[in-house]
C-alpha cells in the first residue's frame, strides 16, 4: 500500500519542477502587441510630414531691420522715424536691395491689428519675403 502512493506523489512533484514556458510566451506576445500600438501613439498625437528643403538656413548673421509701429501710428525704421511713403525706400536702401534680408515688424500693444498688417502687406509688396510680426512676451513686460 505504500508504494502507490509512493509513486503517486513522486507524479504529482514532476510537474512542479517543470516550468510552463506557453503562458509566458503568451503574455509577452500580447506586450509586444500592445507596446507596438500604443508607441506610435506616443511619439505624437499629430502626424506630420515635415517638408524637406534643400534650402540654405536663413543668414542669421545679418541683422534683422525692425519697423517699428508707435501707439500714435508713427512709424519708425530702428531708431530713426520715416513716413510710409518712404517705408519701402528705406528698407531697400537699409538692406542693399537683398529681397531676402529680415525685417521685423513691431506694433504697439494699443494699435489698431489692421494697421499693423497694411504695414507689413506694404513691407511685403516692397518685394521683401522675410517679414515677421514681434510679440512682446507678457513675462518681460515688466508691468
Do not use: C, W
Not at 503574455?27 to 534650402?55: E, H, Q, R, W, Y
Not at 528705406?90 to 494699435?111: E, M, T, W
Request: hydrophobic fraction near 40%.
Amino acid at each position: 500500500m505504500g508504494m502507490p502512493s509512493g509513486g503517486s506523489g513522486r507524479r504529482r512533484r514532476r510537474p512542479m519542477a517543470e516550468i510552463n514556458v506557453t503562458p509566458m510566451v503568451d503574455v509577452m506576445l500580447v506586450l509586444l502587441i500592445i507596446f507596438m500600438v500604443t508607441s506610435p501613439m506616443l511619439t505624437s498625437g499629430v502626424n506630420v510630414d515635415l517638408p524637406k528643403t534643400d534650402a540654405k538656413p536663413v543668414n542669421s548673421d545679418t541683422k534683422p531691420i525692425t519697423v517699428s509701429i508707435r501707439a500714435d501710428g508713427s512709424l519708425y525704421l530702428g531708431d530713426s522715424e520715416v513716413s510710409p511713403e518712404q517705408l519701402v525706400a528705406q528698407l531697400k536702401a537699409a538692406s542693399n536691395n537683398d529681397p531676402s534680408h529680415r525685417i521685423f515688424v513691431r506694433g504697439d500693444a494699443h494699435i489698431d491689428y489692421g494697421r499693423v498688417m497694411q504695414v507689413m502687406g506694404q513691407v511685403t509688396e516692397g518685394g521683401f519675403t522675410h517679414v515677421a510680426l514681434l510679440a512682446q512676451q507678457p513675462a518681460s513686460s515688466g508691468h
